[in-house]
């Protein structure tokens, strides 16, 4: 399990102060960085970080520390690509995109996240 360090916590849109930070499982950091690179296209590591949280609704904050290291892992698998550009604020970033195997991986992983909560829910729907 991932723990994503946060101070807020919403649940079905209710804000939660001061709840612990929430655990992520494994592998969804990634899901969520392929996916924004996907609507947003090309974005800089601060920036997908920035999206994923606003996106969350709050719900998680993502730091230098968890992101930069998915980032890393991802462009070593060969499922994003990075090249050095200069962010809006004239400093030299490297930006990021993802790549034909990452699409095909975002696609394998969205069916199985898919399915993983079609299961769940019919477990818990189970009274």
């Known amino acids: 399990m991932l723990t994503i360090n946060t101070c807020s916590v919403y649940v079905d849109g209710q804000h939660m102060a001061n ?33 994923i949280e606003q996106v969350a609704q709050g719900s998680l904050a993502l730091n230098q520390g968890t992101i930069y290291p998915a980032l890393l892992r991802l462009e070593q698998k ?8 200069v962010s809006e604020t004239n400093r ?9 195997a990452g699409r095909k ?18 477990l818990l729907e189970e009274s």
């Open 19 to 51: 709840e612990p930070a929430g655990e992520v499982p494994y592998g969804t950091l990634d899901l969520m960085v392929l996916k924004t690179l996907q609507v947003m296209g090309s974005l800089h590591g601060y920036a997908i970080a920035r999206r």
């Open 78 to 85: 060969g499922w994003i690509a990075s090249e050095w550009g």
């Open 92 to 100: 030299r970033v490297r930006f990021f995109t993802i790549t034909r």
């Open 105 to 122: 991986q975002l696609l394998a992983e969205t069916r199985t996240w898919a399915r993983t909560v079609e299961m769940l829910n019919r």
